[in-house]
């Protein structure tokens, strides 16, 4: 990415698929926001970029400390583990670190405190209806519809004449 684009991108504001992030000191805050992402269709993660889209940079000691941080969130703090890619993008003031989740293959994913995670706009949000705990499951091939049981019914409540 080139800084003229990360500007660009910037100035638009945070929506369902860029993120930005001021700084980043804990694996597991980190690891939440690539769940969310890698649940509803993959996303960019901006290190280095205020809320309001000021572009600040991170120094160079931090860009190291960061990455491996971003490893280490991706494949320690996320069920299944992810591969993330992550981009050292220079701007006036140091770098700016642009996380890549895709869309996720091994859907849903959680976070290693067993919480699942969505998008909602430029927010993120856990996932807490067993509904949508269930859609997600279903559309990942994880559960079928046909498989799951009925309480309170047996095999006389199937009219084998339209079966």
């Not at 080139?2 to 991108?9: A, F, N, Q, S, T």
């Not at 970029?49 to 941080?69: C, H, M, S, Y």
């Not at 290693?112 to 067993?130: H, L, M, Y």
């Amino acid at each position: 990415m080139e800084p003229k684009e990360l500007g660009e991108m910037a100035s638009r504001g945070e929506d369902s698929m860029h993120q930005f992030k001021r700084e980043v000191t804990h694996a597991t805050t980190l690891a939440r926001e690539i769940v969310a992402f890698a649940n509803s269709g993959g996303g960019q993660i901006f290190i280095g970029v205020a809320d309001d889209g000021t572009v600040r940079g991170i120094t160079g000691t931090q860009v190291l400390e960061l990455n491996q941080l971003i490893a280490h969130a991706a494949t320690q703090n996320v069920r299944p583990p992810l591969n993330v890619i992550s981009e050292n993008v220079p701007v006036p003031d140091g770098v700016v670190i642009v996380v890549t989740v895709p869309p996720g293959p091994g859907k849903p994913y959680q976070d290693n405190e067993g919480s699942f995670w969505v998008k909602n706009g430029s927010d993120k949000r856990k996932v807490t209806a067993r509904e949508e705990l269930q859609r997600m499951f279903q559309s990942a091939l994880l559960v079928h519809g046909d498989e799951v049981l009925v309480p309170g019914t047996s095999l006389d409540d199937v009219d084998d004449g339209v079966f």
